[in-house]
């Protein structure tokens, strides 16, 4: 989910289970692609945290989305507090958590400053995605 997309596969030897599975890969691509090559880019966190995190933003700033990835498990298991930029700081989003929606509204100041509470992430290599989308008045 950083800008490329593509299988070296042999299509003729895949399975309609695994033809379905990429159908459905290439959907969310095809979703976010534009957002990915044309948005700002943000880099979320720094090289001594436990886990890696990037996020694109439109030009106009309604729509952004955020990939996390853990990178070292720990034993003292403690949820993400994140907080994510570029965002309208008078903008309400609605927030989008592994295709999970949150019922509340959250304005850009209070995502830019206080973040957000993620505890989906709990194993090396698991990944979030977070889709934040100004709300349509």
């Known amino acids: 989910m950083a800008g490329t997309f593509?299988?070296?596969?042999?299509?003729?030897?895949?399975?309609?289970?695994?033809?379905?599975?990429?159908?459905?890969?290439?959907k969310v691509y095809n979703k976010y692609s534009d957002l990915i090559r044309n948005g700002d880019y943000y880099r979320l966190t720094s090289n001594d945290v436990r886990y890696i995190g990037w996020q694109f933003v439109s030009a106009d700033k309604t729509n952004s989305l955020a990939v996390l990835v853990e990178k070292n498990t720990s034993i003292d298991y403690k949820p993400i507090i994140q907080r994510f930029y570029g965002l309208e700081e008078n903008m309400m989003?609605?927030?989008?958590?592994?295709?999970?929606e949150r019922?509340?509204?959250?304005s850009g100041t209070s995502l830019m400053q206080i973040g957000l509470n993620i505890r989906t992430i709990k194993y090396e290599g698991d990944s979030t995605r977070i889709e934040i989308?100004?709300?349509?008045?």
């Open 103 to 106: 019922e509340s509204l959250y």
């Open 93 to 100: 989003y609605r927030v989008i958590i592994d295709g999970q």
């Open 6 to 26: 593509g299988y070296e596969l042999d299509l003729t030897k895949l399975n309609d289970e695994e033809i379905q599975f990429l159908a459905a890969e290439t």
């Open 133 to 137: 989308v100004a709300k349509n008045d």
